[in-house]
């Protein structure tokens, strides 16, 4: 954990610099034109990478990162002369981390939504964040329709299918703080269904044959919005940085054509479903 204890140090120091509006002092040159590459970052020819553990997508893991976003973002610093530079992240600080200019880019399932965007621009997406359902096998649920003729059903606040969901469930439906509560509910039988971003729900139950997690997406329902249109996960970097953003566009893009993204996710043991992300980028609304 010393490389962790460094970087929050180093993450400190920025931050207390930046107050005073001497960015360049932190972290070296704010351009690449010291390097073979032509992307403008905040370290001179390396890509630093803010990594939100959330798995299989990105797992800090000691300093050596492993997940889908991290075998992408790989590719795209190779093929731009980039070192990448790892950091622990999470969702609290990511975007401001970002615009604070300590790192380029965040890496970890980050819907692209329309109050980020305020913040820091967002790239191509990489997939989507769908909606899971994770129920007993024997029940086969794999529709929120199959979802009424359940007696209990438990998902997290916050996401964007809470409302619908409980229009379509009334009572039936109860609401949890995290995934933890929810999932320690349902374990304990408490719960007919689990209703969770679908990328958290697999590694959750992989080893629990009994369960099986259905994407919802891949029978949408106009009646819960997130089925028929779901978030889309996208890496936001530096706002205004071109140059970053067409080496980051270009790597997706590429990556999604030939179907190295498909591939990432599915060897994750994820639906395939997921790379089917829209031709022009969903932005979730403020409201």
């Not at 972290?27 to 590459?37: I, P, V």
């Not at 992240?89 to 692209?112: K, L």
């Not at 089925?227 to 996960?233: K, S």
């Not at 970097?237 to 996710?265: C, E, P, V």
Request: charge should be neutral; charged fraction near 20%; proline fraction near 3%.
């Amino acid at each position: 954990m010393n490389h962790s204890r460094i970087a929050k140090g180093i993450a400190l120091a920025c931050a207390a610099i930046m107050s005073f509006g001497t960015l360049s002092a932190c972290g070296g040159s704010s351009s690449g034109s010291s390097s073979d590459s032509s992307v403008t970052t905040v370290a001179s020819g390396k890509l630093t990478v803010g990594v939100i553990d959330i798995p299989p997508f990105s797992s800090y893991n000691g300093g050596d990162p492993k997940g889908i976003d991290v075998e992408i973002i790989k590719k795209i610093a190779k093929d731009n002369n980039l070192t990448p530079v790892w950091q622990q992240a999470t969702y609290a600080d990511a975007v401001q981390s970002i615009s604070s200019g300590i790192i380029d880019v965040a890496i970890g399932t980050i819907d692209a939504t329309a109050k980020r965007k305020q913040a820091v621009d967002f790239s191509a997406s990489t997939y989507l964040d769908g909606l899971g359902i994770a129920a007993k096998a024997s029940k086969n649920v794999t529709t929120i329709a199959g979802l009424e003729k359940l007696g209990s059903v438990g998902t997290v606040d916050g996401y964007l299918w809470v409302e619908d969901l409980r229009t379509i469930l009334g009572g039936k439906l109860k609401t949890y703080p995290s995934s933890v509560e929810l999932k320690a509910d349902f374990d304990a039988g408490r719960l007919d269904a689990a209703i969770d971003a679908y990328g958290v729900q697999v590694p959750q139950f992989k080893a629990d044959s009994s369960i099986k997690v259905a994407l919802a997406n891949e029978h949408p329902d106009k009646r819960v919005r997130s089925t028929v249109q779901a978030p889309e996960a996208a890496f936001p970097f530096t706002k205004g940085n071109d140059s970053l953003g067409k080496a980051l566009n270009d790597g997706i893009k590429s990556m999604r054509a030939d179907g190295s993204i498909k591939k990432l996710i599915t060897d994750a043991g994820l639906s395939e479903g997921l790379a089917k992300v829209a031709d022009k980028q969903y932005v979730v609304p403020l409201n």
